[in-house]
Antibody, heavy 123, light 106 residues
Framework: QVQLVQSGAEVKKPGASVMLSCKTSAFTLTNNYIHWVRQAPGQGLEWMGT????????GYAQKFQGRVTMTRDTSTSTVYMDLRSLRPDDTAIYYCARVHCSTSSCYTWFDPWGQGTLVTVSS | SYEVAQPPSVSVSPGQTAIIPCSGDHLGNKYVSWYQQKPGQSPMLVIYEDAKRPSGIPERFSASNSVHTATLTIRGTQALDEADYYCQTWDSSTAIFGGGTKLTVL
């Protein structure tokens, strides 16, 4: 079944970087967008960005531009997100989620979601 | 930047109808999705394209979107519907989430 399985929890110091992974199954990355959404403790959902199905481009929320890079490895069906210069307020659960594309257009909803990865930034 | 607003909380008695609004400028011109999130779980899609239910979502979940407000309606609310609910839309290729509404079933 369509599934996104994320890497395990991370603990980082301020200023460090973290790379998270999202392994997909039962669908191809070449016709699906994988997005990253985070949720700080007790807070709402915040969209971070996405990597295009073609593999040629990424689109990031303005807040994260210059600090985030999203990549993919089609051979392992895995998408990665690298977040640099971590701050304590980057402490959050990070989710990957799929937006499916048909031959003519992409859908407008996220389904399914990964189980989330907790990133804790603390000195 | 575009924003959508939700009330922080809504309370409902079991068996009654819960109504969760999501407001934004000309939101009716955009597609809205709704997600349910229970404590310790990932968000789960309950409504897409304003009013469509994915397979497996009970018929008591319905939604609409018009002018400036999208609305999620849960009829015959059950205790297991207690969760946070988020509306979501798009603006200039950016996903926009509402702040979330905590539904309490009293």
């Amino acid at each position: 079944q369509v599934q996104l399985v994320q890497s395990g929890a991370e603990v980082k110091k301020p200023g460090a970087s973290v790379m998270l992974s999202c392994k997909t199954s039962a669908f191809t990355l070449t016709n699906n967008y994988i997005h990253w959404v985070r949720q700080a403790p007790g807070q709402g959902l915040e969209w971070m960005g996405t990597f295009s199905p073609s593999g040629s481009s990424a689109g990031y929320a303005q807040k994260f531009q210059g600090r985030v890079t999203m990549t993919r490895d089609t051979s392992t069906s895995t998408v990665y997100m690298d977040l640099r210069s971590l701050r304590p307020d980057d402490t959050a659960i990070y989710y990957c989620a799929r937006v499916h594309c048909s031959t003519s257009s992409c859908y407008t909803w996220f389904d399914p979601w990964g189980q989330g990865t907790l990133v804790t930034v603390s000195s | 930047s575009y924003e959508v607003a939700q009330p922080p909380s809504v309370s409902v008695s079991p068996g009654q109808t819960a109504i969760i609004p999501c407001s934004g400028d000309h939101l009716g011109n955009k597609y809205v999705s709704w997600y349910q999130q229970k404590p310790g779980q990932s968000p789960m899609l309950v409504i897409y394209e304003d009013a469509k239910r994915p397979s497996g979502i009970p018929e008591r979940f319905s939604a609409s979107n018009s002018v400036h407000t999208a609305t999620l309606t849960i009829r015959g609310t059950q205790a297991l519907d207690e969760a946070d609910y988020y509306c979501q839309t798009w603006d200039s290729s950016t996903a926009i989430f509402g702040g979330g509404t905590k539904l309490t079933v009293l």
